[in-house]
C-alpha cells in the first residue's frame, strides 16, 4: 500500500529564513504529487502539483518543489518565509492508475514568526 | 462559481444521534471524496465517489454511509454517531480521480 511521509512535524522558523519540508512515499510507479496548504480555519488549497515534466515545480506564493524519483522525495520549498505563510502544509499522492486514492502526509504545521 | 460547499459549518451531538453531512460543487466535477481530518492524522479518507452512480470504500469507512445524489452532491451520513468520529469533515471534488482535487470549507463535528 502507498505511504506518504512527511518528516517535520512541526517548524518554527523567523520571517526571512528558507524553509524546505520533506515529503517521502512509498510506491514504485508513476505518481501523481502534490502539495496542500491549510491556512487558520480554512480549508486546503493547493499549493503546486507534480504530474510530469520538469521535476522542479513552482506553485504560489513562492513556493516550489523538486521531484526526485530516485529518492521517492517530493521536497516543498521556499527561500524566504513570511509570517502569513504560516500555516498546516500536506503532501499528498496518488498512483498515476484509475481508481487509486490520493494519500495525504501526517502534515507540518509552520510557524513563522514576525 | 461557490466551488465546493459544505453544510453545516459546525455540528453537535450526542452520541447515537444521526445526520447528514451535504456537500455540493459547481465546478462539473466527476470525482468527490470525503475525508476526515484529525489532529496528527492528516486527512483520511472515508467514501469517494469516482463518477456519478458509484460510491467506494476509502481507508476509514465504518460508521458512515454516503449517497452520490447527482452530479453535483454527494452525502455522508452518520447512522448513529460515536465520540471516536468527532472530526473536521471535508468534501472535495475534480474532474477525474487522478486530478486536482478542490476542498470545501469544512464541518467541525462534535459528538457528546
Known amino acids: 500500500a502507498q505511504s506518504v511521509s512527511q518528516h517535520n512535524h512541526h517548524v518554527i522558523l523567523s520571517e526571512a529564513a528558507s524553509l524546505e519540508l520533506g515529503c517521502n512515499y512509498s510506491?514504485?510507479?508513476?505518481?501523481?504529487l502534490f502539495w496542500y496548504v491549510q491556512y487558520p480555519g480554512q480549508h486546503l488549497q493547493l499549493l503546486l502539483k507534480?504530474?510530469?515534466?520538469?521535476?522542479l515545480v513552482k506553485g504560489i506564493k513562492g513556493f516550489e518543489a523538486e521531484f526526485i524519483k530516485s529518492k521517492f522525495s517530493f521536497n516543498l520549498r521556499k527561500p524566504s518565509v513570511q509570517w502569513s505563510d504560516t500555516a498546516e502544509y500536506f503532501c499528498?499522492?496518488?498512483?498515476?492508475?484509475?481508481?487509486?486514492?490520493?494519500?495525504f502526509g501526517k502534515g507540518t504545521t509552520l510557524s513563522v514568526s514576525s | 462559481n461557490a466551488g465546493v460547499t459544505q453544510t453545516p459549518k459546525f455540528q453537535v451531538l450526542k452520541t447515537g444521534q444521526s445526520m447528514t453531512l451535504q456537500c455540493a460543487q459547481d465546478?462539473?466535477?466527476?470525482?468527490m471524496y470525503w475525508y476526515r481530518q484529525d489532529p496528527g492524522m492528516g486527512l483520511r479518507l472515508i467514501y469517494y465517489?469516482?463518477?456519478?452512480?458509484?460510491?467506494d470504500k476509502g481507508e476509514v469507512p465504518n460508521g458512515y454511509n454516503v449517497s452520490r445524489l447527482n452530479k453535483r452532491e454527494f452525502s455522508l451520513r452518520l447512522e448513529s454517531a460515536a465520540p471516536s468520529q468527532t472530526s473536521v469533515y471535508f468534501c472535495?471534488?475534480?474532474?477525474?480521480?487522478?486530478?486536482?482535487?478542490?476542498f470545501g470549507p469544512g464541518t467541525r463535528l462534535t459528538v457528546l
Open positions: 507534480y504530474f510530469s515534466g520538469d521535476p
Open positions: 465517489s469516482a463518477s456519478e452512480g458509484t460510491t
Open positions: 499528498a499522492v496518488n498512483a498515476n492508475q484509475a481508481g487509486t486514492a490520493l494519500i
Open positions: 465546478m462539473n466535477h466527476n470525482s
Open positions: 510506491y514504485g510507479g508513476t505518481v501523481n
Open positions: 472535495a471534488s475534480s474532474w477525474g480521480d487522478l486530478d486536482t482535487q478542490y
